[in-house]
Nanobody
Framework: QVQLVESGGGLVQAGGSLRLSCAAS????????MGWFRQAPGKEREFVAA????????YYADSVKGRFTISKDNAQNMVYLQMNSLKPEDTAVYYC????????????????????WGQGTQVTVSS
Protein backbone atom coordinates (compact mmCIF):
# COMPACT_ATOMS: atom_id res chain seq x y z
CA GLN A 1 0.00 0.00 0.00
CA VAL A 2 1.24 3.50 -0.80
CA GLN A 3 0.64 6.69 1.18
CA LEU A 4 0.44 10.00 -0.67
CA VAL A 5 0.97 13.51 0.68
CA GLU A 6 0.46 16.59 -1.48
CA SER A 7 2.08 19.98 -0.94
CA GLY A 8 2.71 23.21 -2.79
CA GLY A 9 -0.76 24.68 -2.94
CA GLY A 10 -1.49 28.29 -2.11
CA LEU A 11 -2.89 31.60 -3.29
CA VAL A 12 -1.67 33.00 -6.60
CA GLN A 13 -2.81 35.70 -9.00
CA ALA A 14 -4.20 34.86 -12.39
CA GLY A 15 -1.38 34.26 -14.83
CA GLY A 16 0.93 33.00 -12.12
CA SER A 17 2.45 29.59 -11.52
CA LEU A 18 2.55 26.94 -8.83
CA ARG A 19 4.21 23.56 -8.58
CA LEU A 20 2.42 20.86 -6.65
CA SER A 21 4.34 17.94 -5.20
CA CYS A 22 3.14 14.50 -4.19
CA ALA A 23 5.38 12.47 -1.91
CA ALA A 24 4.81 8.73 -1.82
CA SER A 25 5.83 6.35 0.94
CA UNK A 26 5.34 2.69 1.61
CA UNK A 27 5.81 1.53 -1.95
CA UNK A 28 7.94 2.63 -4.86
CA UNK A 29 6.18 4.72 -7.49
CA UNK A 30 7.69 2.40 -10.08
CA UNK A 31 4.62 0.24 -9.42
CA UNK A 32 2.00 2.93 -9.98
CA UNK A 33 0.31 4.96 -12.63
CA MET A 34 -0.16 8.40 -11.10
CA GLY A 35 -2.79 11.05 -11.55
CA TRP A 36 -3.80 14.51 -10.42
CA PHE A 37 -7.44 15.38 -9.89
CA ARG A 38 -9.17 18.47 -8.57
CA GLN A 39 -12.44 19.34 -6.90
CA ALA A 40 -13.98 22.78 -6.74
CA PRO A 41 -16.72 23.64 -4.22
CA GLY A 42 -20.04 22.16 -5.26
CA LYS A 43 -18.52 20.23 -8.15
CA GLU A 44 -17.47 16.65 -8.74
CA ARG A 45 -13.85 15.61 -8.62
CA GLU A 46 -12.37 15.89 -12.10
CA PHE A 47 -9.34 14.54 -13.88
CA VAL A 48 -6.43 16.90 -14.49
CA ALA A 49 -3.41 14.88 -15.60
CA ALA A 50 -1.94 11.38 -15.52
CA UNK A 51 1.44 9.77 -16.05
CA UNK A 52 2.33 6.17 -16.73
CA UNK A 53 4.49 3.92 -14.58
CA UNK A 54 7.40 4.50 -16.94
CA UNK A 55 6.92 8.26 -16.84
CA UNK A 56 7.04 8.27 -20.61
CA UNK A 57 3.33 8.66 -21.30
CA UNK A 58 1.25 11.59 -20.09
CA TYR A 59 -2.31 12.69 -20.64
CA TYR A 60 -4.12 15.92 -19.79
CA ALA A 61 -7.60 17.26 -19.51
CA ASP A 62 -8.37 19.67 -22.33
CA SER A 63 -8.85 22.48 -19.81
CA VAL A 64 -5.20 22.34 -18.69
CA LYS A 65 -3.44 21.13 -21.83
CA GLY A 66 -0.53 23.40 -22.69
CA ARG A 67 -0.52 25.00 -19.25
CA PHE A 68 0.11 22.12 -16.84
CA THR A 69 2.86 19.52 -16.87
CA ILE A 70 2.91 16.29 -14.88
CA SER A 71 6.20 14.59 -14.11
CA LYS A 72 7.37 11.69 -12.03
CA ASP A 73 10.63 10.78 -10.29
CA ASN A 74 10.51 7.08 -9.51
CA ALA A 75 13.85 7.16 -7.72
CA GLN A 76 12.71 9.93 -5.36
CA ASN A 77 9.13 8.64 -5.13
CA MET A 78 7.77 12.02 -6.14
CA VAL A 79 5.15 13.25 -8.59
CA TYR A 80 4.84 16.86 -9.63
CA LEU A 81 2.28 19.07 -11.31
CA GLN A 82 3.71 22.28 -12.75
CA MET A 83 0.87 24.73 -13.28
CA ASN A 84 1.47 27.81 -15.42
CA SER A 85 -0.82 30.56 -16.70
CA LEU A 86 -3.23 29.86 -13.89
CA LYS A 87 -6.84 30.99 -14.20
CA PRO A 88 -9.48 31.62 -11.51
CA GLU A 89 -11.33 28.53 -12.76
CA ASP A 90 -8.32 26.42 -11.72
CA THR A 91 -9.24 27.12 -8.09
CA ALA A 92 -9.86 23.79 -6.36
CA VAL A 93 -8.48 21.23 -3.97
CA TYR A 94 -5.92 19.19 -5.90
CA TYR A 95 -5.47 15.49 -5.17
CA CYS A 96 -2.71 13.08 -6.05
CA UNK A 97 -3.76 9.50 -6.79
CA UNK A 98 -2.13 6.16 -7.53
CA UNK A 99 -3.31 3.18 -9.54
CA UNK A 100 -1.58 -0.18 -9.33
CA UNK A 101 -1.41 -3.20 -11.61
CA UNK A 102 -1.53 -1.27 -14.84
CA UNK A 103 0.75 -1.66 -17.80
CA UNK A 104 4.07 0.12 -18.06
CA UNK A 105 2.76 2.74 -20.49
CA UNK A 106 -0.89 2.94 -19.44
CA UNK A 107 -2.60 6.09 -18.17
CA UNK A 108 -6.12 6.19 -16.74
CA UNK A 109 -8.44 9.14 -16.22
CA UNK A 110 -11.40 8.12 -14.04
CA UNK A 111 -11.49 8.32 -10.25
CA UNK A 112 -12.65 4.71 -9.86
CA UNK A 113 -9.44 3.41 -11.44
CA UNK A 114 -7.27 4.92 -8.69
CA UNK A 115 -7.04 3.01 -5.40
CA UNK A 116 -4.96 5.42 -3.34
CA TRP A 117 -5.48 9.12 -2.67
CA GLY A 118 -3.77 11.93 -0.83
CA GLN A 119 -5.52 14.39 1.45
CA GLY A 120 -5.42 17.24 -1.08
CA THR A 121 -3.89 20.69 -1.27
CA GLN A 122 -5.82 23.91 -1.86
CA VAL A 123 -5.04 26.05 -4.91
CA THR A 124 -6.70 29.45 -5.10
CA VAL A 125 -6.26 31.70 -8.13
CA SER A 126 -7.39 35.29 -7.72
CA SER A 127 -8.52 37.43 -10.63
Amino acid sequence: QVQLVESGGGLVQAGGSLRLSCAASGRTLFLYTMGWFRQAPGKEREFVAAISRSGGVTYYADSVKGRFTISKDNAQNMVYLQMNSLKPEDTAVYYCAAARNLGWTIVVVTTREYEYWGQGTQVTVSS
